[in-house]
């Protein structure tokens, strides 16, 4: 993508720090929640695995409020462009931040809506959101609790390298996806997906959660199809190829090496893939409808 010299978005932080204790079992149960959405039960497995490991207790990552006397608190070191400034991934993330701002804003006011953006957190490692711990093993992550994204701009590198799928399109994607997640937030497509999810079964709660990723894969695409002058040849193709790269059945055999459908929580690769050119060729929210409209 070819952005050149355009704005870098305002709505940004940078974080360092740890966890913050407190509370019971409920932030516990966000992180576990939101690494089940990402990666499944073998990343449930793997990240308590992990805390084991490290002497931490698994219950006690993320709690409620208030912080333990002496457990380290997250810290935010910048706001705004200074928290984009000399780093190419994180100035390149903030670009697209700035673009997703103005073309959802231009959709948004074309439906008689308004667009409020979220906000984009850089943290290293790890960190807290309002959904709890934020650990990079999560891979990036939208919190409909306190309207922020966060990245670990590692990941970039991970999807390149592990993944298969370099460029700056694919990077691209990864921030439009999370800021689609933003859009059903502002819409009630969020909380109308949460209260379906009530009381389903596993297996049901996981086929709508992979209707409302494969949604974001679309206003991913919707962003895209409002970008045309910043894209360059082959950039569509970098965003297929990152979307069939983390696909369930893509991940769950490079994993484990059996695929498990009923635990799918984002889609098969084919999927991702049409929903990302769904979105793009639609260009509209109404394009995107189909998967959440019957919740």
């Given at each position: 993508?070819?952005?050149?010299?355009?704005?870098?978005?305002?709505?940004?932080?940078?974080?360092?720090?740890?966890?913050?204790?407190?509370?019971?079992?409920?932030?516990?149960?966000?992180?576990?929640?939101?690494?089940?959405?990402?990666?499944?039960?073998?990343?449930?497995?793997?990240?308590?695995?992990?805390?084991?490991?490290?002497?931490?207790?698994?219950?006690?990552?993320?709690?409620?409020?208030?912080?333990?006397?002496?457990?380290?608190?997250?810290?935010?070191?910048?706001?705004?462009?200074?928290?984009?400034?000399?780093?190419?991934?994180?100035?390149?993330?903030?670009?697209?931040?700035?673009?997703?701002?103005?073309?959802?804003?231009?959709?948004?006011?074309?439906?008689?809506?308004?667009?409020?953006?979220?906000?984009?957190?850089?943290?290293?490692?790890?960190?807290?959101?309002g959904c709890g711990a934020?650990?990079?093993?999560?891979?990036?992550?939208?919190?409909?609790?306190?309207?922020?994204?966060?990245?670990?701009?590692?990941?970039?590198?991970?999807?390149?390298?592990?993944?298969?799928?370099?460029?700056?399109?694919?990077?691209?994607?990864?921030?439009?996806?999370?800021?689609?997640?933003?859009?059903?937030?502002?819409?009630?497509?969020?909380?109308?997906?949460?209260?379906?999810?009530?009381?389903?079964?596993?297996?049901?709660?996981?086929?709508?959660?992979?209707?409302?990723?494969?949604q974001a894969d679309c206003?991913?695409?919707?962003?895209?199809?409002?970008?045309?002058?910043?894209?360059?040849?082959?950039?569509?193709?970098?965003?297929?190829?990152?979307?069939?790269?983390?696909?369930?059945?893509?991940?769950?055999?490079?994993?484990?090496?059996?695929?498990?459908?009923?635990?799918?929580?984002?889609?098969?690769?084919?999927?991702?893939?049409?929903?990302?050119?769904?979105g793009y060729h639609g260009?509209?929210?109404?394009?995107?409808?189909?998967?959440?409209?019957?919740?």
């Amino acid at each position: 993508m070819e952005f050149g010299g355009r704005r870098e978005s305002d709505n940004v932080e940078s974080s360092s720090g740890g966890f913050g204790g407190g509370g019971g079992g409920g932030g516990a149960a966000l992180l576990l929640g939101l690494v089940f959405s990402r990666f499944g039960i073998s990343g449930v497995v793997v990240l308590l695995g992990l805390m084991y490991v490290l002497g931490g207790n698994p219950l006690g990552l993320a709690g409620g409020d208030g912080d333990q006397a002496g457990a380290p608190t997250q810290r935010v070191e910048a706001h705004g462009r200074s928290a984009c400034a000399n780093d190419p991934k994180r100035h390149f993330a903030c670009q697209v931040l700035a673009s997703t701002e103005d073309r959802w804003t231009e959709i948004f006011r074309a439906q008689g809506m308004t667009y409020t953006p979220p906000t984009l957190v850089f943290y290293p490692g790890s960190g807290r959101s309002g959904c709890g711990a934020a650990q990079a093993a999560m891979g990036p992550f939208y919190c409909p609790s306190d309207h922020r994204v966060y990245l670990d701009t590692s990941f970039f590198d991970e999807l390149a390298q592990r993944y298969g799928a370099p460029g700056d399109f694919a990077q691209a994607y990864v921030v439009a996806h999370e800021v689609g997640h933003h859009v059903q937030t502002l819409t009630g497509i969020e909380e109308r997906v949460r209260r379906a999810q009530d009381g389903a079964s596993e297996a049901q709660s996981n086929a709508i959660q992979v209707r409302m990723e494969l949604q974001a894969d679309c206003y991913a695409g919707v962003w895209a199809a409002h970008e045309q002058n910043a894209l360059d040849p082959g950039d569509i193709q970098e965003g297929m190829r990152a979307a069939a790269a983390i696909g369930d059945d893509t991940l769950q055999r490079a994993s484990q090496g059996v695929v498990v459908p009923e635990s799918f929580t984002h889609g098969t690769s084919a999927q991702r893939q049409e929903a990302l050119m769904r979105g793009y060729h639609g260009g509209t929210l109404q394009s995107c409808a189909s998967y959440t409209e019957s919740l």
